[in-house]
């Protein structure tokens, strides 16, 4: 049996029988006007943090989610969309599909402004998605793609990127694991298909997104998750595992390489009223600035004892210069 064949059976029982303790995020649930998600969605929210942020999701975009779960954020971005196949909802497991089916019902019931035809849910492969070229405004996927092996894992990245729009927008959520995971555990299928062996280093999750093209990385969340730990299971040591929430844009990739947002900022605070770089970077007197790590190094390497650059923090939501 392949890896992905386990990953099947695991999601395939966690439909039919929903599985409170297969992912947990630390990300709160949205509470918005109106949204009444149902319990059974949370407890198939099988995912390690959040792909719903309503600054992606103005103009009444198309939104692809990919690895259905139970329905929640499927619901979650209906709120926004609210429209006729507004959201498309890919999954390979037909239980999970079944299962959304089921649930959208019951949000029905319990939101008078939803109805089950804004998700348009269709069975297809991560890596062969059932969507057209350049069709989609915002894609997402929350615990998923960590699964795949390395080749999958590029394939799965240049299907989205296929399938979106210039400018558009893929919202991820996987773990990631900084330290050297023991091959024993990479190799252990069922491991991976719980998301935990799976995961890889930040960094080489992010050259794996701008490898495909993706122009601007942005790193909007990075959370503790998991703890493997001697006992319980096969390793010497205690390996770190965290979450991480992503969005990577189609944006061109620029000729000095792409533009990663770490949570870095440039504060000027010298003498005149602002500081310009003549490559298109303004620092008005004592006014943070949001900067990609590639303008964050730039200035830094300037050598001005009057810029001061912050360390990554990790999170990121707008409103930065690259």
């Known amino acids: ?80 969309s609210r429209q006729k196949n507004g959201v498309i909802g890919v999954d390979v497991v037909d239980e999970m599909l079944a299962a959304s089916r089921k649930n959208f019902k019951e949000a029905e019931e319990l939101n008078p402004w939803f109805r089950s035809e804004f998700v ?17 405004d915002v894609a997402a996927q929350n615990c998923l793609f960590n699964i795949f092996k390395e080749e999958d894992l590029k394939r799965a990245l240049e299907e989205m990127y296929r399938v979106l729009k210039p400018h558009g927008r893929l919202v991820m959520s996987d773990p ?10 990479r190799d252990d299928e ?82 005149e009223e602002h500081f310009d770089d003549e490559k298109g970077h303004v620092l008005l007197q004592n006014q943070p600035l949001a900067v990609c790590d590639k303008t964050g190094g730039a200035l830094a390497a300037l050598g001005k004892q009057d810029i001061f650059i912050s360390e990554s923090t990790w999170f990121y939501d707008g409103g930065g210069c690259c």
């Not at 990577?248 to 770490?262: E, L, N, S, Y």
């Open 120 to 136: 348009d849910l269709r069975k297809g492969d991560a890596l062969n998605l059932p969507v057209e070229d350049a069709s989609i």
């Open 1 to 80: 049996m392949s890896y992905l064949e386990t990953t099947h059976d695991v999601y395939k029982q966690a439909a039919e029988t929903p599985d409170v303790g297969l992912c947990c995020t630390t990300t709160p649930i949205w509470q918005l006007p109106g949204l009444d998600i149902p319990v059974i969605m949370q407890q198939m929210n099988y995912g390690c943090g959040s792909t719903v942020h309503p600054r992606d999701l103005v103009n009444d975009p198309t939104i692809l989610y990919v690895g259905v779960g139970g329905g929640m954020e499927l619901l979650q971005f209906s709120y926004f």
């Open 190 to 271: 069922r491991l991976r298909a719980l998301c935990l062996s799976g995961s890889i280093p930040l960094k080489d999750y992010i050259k794996m997104i701008t490898d495909v093209g993706f122009g601007t990385v942005e790193i909007r969340a990075k959370r503790p998750y998991r703890i493997l730990a001697p006992g319980h299971y096969d390793t010497k040591e205690l390996i770190y595992i965290e979450s991480v929430e992503v969005c990577a844009i189609k944006d061109p990739m620029p000729a000095d390489g792409p533009c990663v947002f770490t949570g870095k900022t440039a504060i000027y605070f010298g003498k």
């Open 176 to 185: 990631i694991c900084d330290q050297a995971m023991p091959q024993h555990l």
